[in-house]
């Protein structure tokens, strides 16, 4: 209990101190840091499938990527103020969401996989192709979502995005639901046979996933003024997926961490052009087979060097 | 004494293999019933049609004397039936402790007490993964019994347990039925110990129940040696 209290104090310090980045770095810097922490936020919701339930789905960056088109496409058409596209993209991720979910209850492993990943195809070609309300590959231009453009008010409102999903994400992790989602990872069969209704539980995690990333699509697409579908692209979801994996996949911070380290890291290959995948599939192939839990197990090893290791096997 | 469960007429067949013929088993209330057949003979099969895991090609589901329609397991267990599995599936991952606790159904439940009935208070907070296997198949059962049954099936739990453990898990037969106040249905192979241990014993060869009644006799049973022995 202590040590769980010990983590959300250094969480908040941290965020804290983030905080106060706006005051010292470059406006350049801080487009990195409002970037970062838009796929730290994709990166907490796609480990809730992904390291919480064991749900290994592409269909991440689509859920963004509908979402940005969901919000813009109401926005330009109702003429209803903007935060209501947001609250509407979040509702129409969270329902398909919830039927992608439903589609995919009785589906494990690879044919999980195969079918998001043919889900996520689908939305981007969808999007490229419905040029009449999508203008294809030119991308939809959208509003702004502060009537000022400010991007240090964009970073604060990125960073109160990143707290709520993040905070939410283990608060749901911690409770009944997030047991019954470890549950049905770890022996769905088990699960099924103790009365939890694996089905409902997955399809209720599929929806809160699609919605924190439907939402952080949407506000992504109202900060940079454009939707495209290259937001929904598999390249985008291996992004967040190498992200998570060099985070630490299945903890509550790693993912957050791993994304706003390799998107940083991003933009500091961008000299090298498309080689900086290069540098990110090895990093992440090095991960995988050295640390599996990423950045969270150096974290780790500080721990046991502190304490003694009977107290380890406790914790 | 009254019925808790009854199995009336149960067909159940995996393409042209017809595993379950016609079974009809009752479970009393409060009663140890062993069930024993060879390997093959459908035991596990009626267990999963029981828990809801398989649905049957025909047949009668009674708990309590009113007819129940099964889809899912997890509604087997919301009706009272619990049940673990011949190879245990706890949740690796989890602690014990928290193993028992996603399964609980009662928020006032002792969690520990159900721990200390198997003998796994001093492992509460280690992972499941860390147990042995017949700790495991402890762990299993306490989590079972954590769903607050009304009927505990049990499919071979002293399989892999040495003859002390199998000792002790008879004594905790007997714990659970007289603290909880519940029906087990238990299939083993370990014949010493279902003489020693059940009230009752039930014989399935080839997808039929042949024989019923008192563990001893039964066990006489020209049939039974037959389907046992093939003389």
Redesign the interface.
């Known amino acids: 209990m202590a040590a769980k209290f010990k983590l959300n104090f250094i969480l908040i310090c941290a965020i804290g101190l983030f905080s106060f980045c706006p005051n010292f770095v470059s406006a350049y810097s801080l487009h990195v840091l409002i970037i970062g922490i838009y796929y730290a936020v994709m990166a907490l919701a796609w480990n809730f499938l992904a390291g919480q339930a064991g749900l290994l789905v592409f269909s991440q960056a689509a859920f963004a990527a509908m979402g940005a088109y969901a919000s813009g496409l109401f926005i330009l058409h109702s003429g209803c103020p903007i935060w209501s596209g947001l609250i509407f993209a979040t509702a129409v991720t969270g329902i398909v969401g919830a039927l992608l979910g439903a589609l995919c209850r009785k589906l494990n492993g690879t044919y999980l996989a195969l079918v998001t990943l043919s889900f996520a195809e689908i939305v981007r070609i969808v999007i490229t192709n419905e040029d009449r309300w999508t203008r294809g590959t030119f991308g939809l231009q959208v509003p702004g979502l502060l009537t000022e453009y400010s991007k240090v008010h964009y970073f604060y409102l990125f960073l109160s995005l990143f707290v709520i999903v993040l905070f939410g994400s283990k608060w749901i992790g911690r409770s009944r639901f997030g047991f019954k989602m470890l549950a049905i990872k770890d022996d769905s069969d088990a699960a099924e046979s103790l009365g939890i209704n694996t089905a409902r539980v997955r399809t209720i995690a599929f929806a809160l996933s699609a919605m924190a990333s439907g939402l952080a699509g949407a506000t992504y697409a109202h900060y940079l003024g454009l939707a495209t579908p290259e937001m929904g692209s598999l390249g985008e979801m291996f992004l967040i997926l190498s992200m998570t994996y060099v985070g630490g996949i299945g903890t509550s911070v790693g993912p957050a961490v791993g994304a706003i380290v390799l998107e940083v890291a991003y933009e500091q290959l961008r000299d090298f052009g498309q080689y900086h995948l290069l540098v990110f599939a090895a990093l992440t192939l090095f991960v995988v087979r050295f640390m599996p839990a990423g950045f969270s197990s150096l974290v780790g090893v500080f721990r046991t060097l502190k304490k003694d290791p009977e107290s380890k096997a406790t914790t | 004494m009254s019925a808790i469960v009854a199995a009336i007429e149960i067909h159940k067949q995996f393409g042209g293999n017809r595993v379950l013929r016609g079974v009809n088993l009752t479970v009393q209330k409060r009663e140890i019933l062993a069930l024993v057949g060879p390997n093959g003979s459908g035991k596990s099969t009626l267990f999963n049609v029981i828990?809801g895991?398989l649905c049957p090609e025909s047949g009668t589901l009674l708990l309590n004397g009113e007819e129940i329609f099964i889809k899912?397991?997890?509604q087997?267990?919301?009706l009272g039936i619990?049940?673990t599995?011949q190879v245990p599936?706890?949740?690796?991952?989890?602690t014990c402790l928290?193993n028992v606790?996603?399964?609980n159904?009662k928020p006032q439940t002792d969690l520990m007490h159900l721990l200390e009935l198997v003998q796994l208070t001093d492992k509460a907070?280690?992972l499941a993964k860390?147990l042995n296997i017949s700790e495991r198949k402890r762990l299993?059962l306490a989590?079972?019994l954590?769903?607050d049954p009304q009927i505990l099936l049990l499919d071979e739990p002293m399989a892999g347990m040495t003859g002390a453990e199998s000792e002790q898990f008879s004594v905790l037969l007997h714990k659970i039925r007289d603290h909880f106040g519940i029906a087990i249905v238990w299939i083993e192979h370990v014949i010493a110990a279902v003489l020693k241990t059940a009230d009752r014993l039930s014989v399935l060869v080839d997808g039929k129940m042949i024989v019923s009644g008192q563990p001893h006799l039964v066990m006489k049973d020209a049939r039974v040696i037959e389907a046992y022995l093939g003389v």
Do not use: E, G, I, N
Request: charged residues 25%.
């Open positions: 828990a895991a899912h397991p997890h087997a267990c919301a619990a049940r599995f599936k706890p949740f690796l991952h989890l928290d606790r996603v399964a159904k907070q280690s860390h299993d989590r079972a954590a769903t």
